[in-house]
């Protein structure tokens, strides 16, 4: 019969709550650099320190050039510029974070589209159960989020389920230096932008009188979510099975909504906690079938070998 896979010991549980937590605590890290910062350039500083010094300390993956520029792209201006445009005025770090949540489903649907892979009822229903949870906000929202702020995170959970597929296709497994190296290939499409869009007056002046708080908001996204945060993610895979490990992140969304709760005040009605639900809900049922039903699967191996 196949051995258990360990459980979690209490240190790489908090190694890996740590990670969570940091990355529900972005959102709110976000808000605050969106108030000094135009939003395309402050996504263009976080991929420009996200790639350096890290491409000097992590070798490069080994991967094919055109797909570290394919994910930088996509990761960069689709999911992190998309997103930020947004949270600058549209919609709110909490909101923001369950509704880029819906990168699940769309990465689920993208690859039985593209790859062919089986969507069972399970699926189906966790994406309806999850889908009810965007229309109440789109119903309730009103000043936490616009339409176009819905729109927008939305189109940013799609550019983060390409992602997947893209990262899926390399086949690597050291997402560290595959984030960091593909950050090469997000800034300056994001500097290009915006330049064009946003002029070239807060970039320069980020370089040439530094803002105490904008540098505590890119070396938060930089150094802490990205090194610490898929560097960290990465070791507990590779330790442990990602049923164990993955369901952890969807904590994110709700350490996300304590966070703005806490530090800048953000209601919480009954509705947007009734919404959380929902789309927490849809992810648990996508996420723990798939685990029960790989775990009864493995069962009835183990009942069939010892049989033999």
Request: glycine share 8%; charged share 10%; hydrophobic share 60%.
């Amino acid at each position: 019969m196949q051995q258990a896979a360990p459980a979690l010991s209490p240190r790489d549980l908090l190694l890996a709550l740590v990670v969570v937590t940091v990355w529900g605590s972005n959102f709110v890290v976000v808000h605050w650099g969106l108030m000094r910062v135009p939003p395309l350039t402050l996504a263009a500083l976080r991929f420009l320190f996200s790639a350096f010094p890290a491409i000097f300390i992590v070798r490069r993956p080994r991967v094919p050039w055109h797909n570290l520029c394919a994910f930088g792209l996509c990761l960069g201006v689709g999911q992190f510029g998309l997103l930020f445009f947004a949270m600058r005025a549209s919609i709110t770090p909490a909101l923001a974070a369950l509704v880029l949540q819906m990168q699940a489903f769309f990465t689920l649907l993208l690859a039985a589209a593209l790859l062919r892979e089986p969507v069972r009822p399970r699926n189906l229903v966790a994406l309806l159960i999850a889908g009810s949870g965007i229309a109440l906000i789109a119903a309730e929202a009103g000043g936490y989020a616009t339409p176009l702020g819905l729109v927008l995170v939305l189109l940013a959970a799609l550019a983060w389920a390409i992602c997947n597929l893209i990262a899926r296709a390399s086949g690597t497994t050291n997402m560290l230096a595959y984030v960091a190296w593909s950050s090469l290939f997000a800034a300056p499409p994001l500097c290009g932008i915006a330049l064009l869009l946003e002029g070239g007056a807060p970039l320069i002046r980020q370089f040439a009188h530094p803002d105490p708080v904008v540098i505590g908001v890119i070396f938060w996204q930089s150094a802490a979510n990205t090194l610490l945060g898929y560097g960290l993610w990465n070791w507990l895979l590779n330790r442990y099975s990602a049923a164990q490990v993955a369901p952890l992140s969807l904590l994110v969304p709700v350490i996300a909504t304590a966070f703005a709760w806490l530090l800048i005040g953000e209601a919480l009605q009954g509705w947007k906690l009734l919404a959380c639900g929902l789309i927490l809900g849809g992810l648990a049922v996508n996420q723990f079938g798939a685990i029960r039903r790989k775990e009864l699967r493995q069962a009835g191996a183990g009942d069939h070998r010892a049989s033999d």
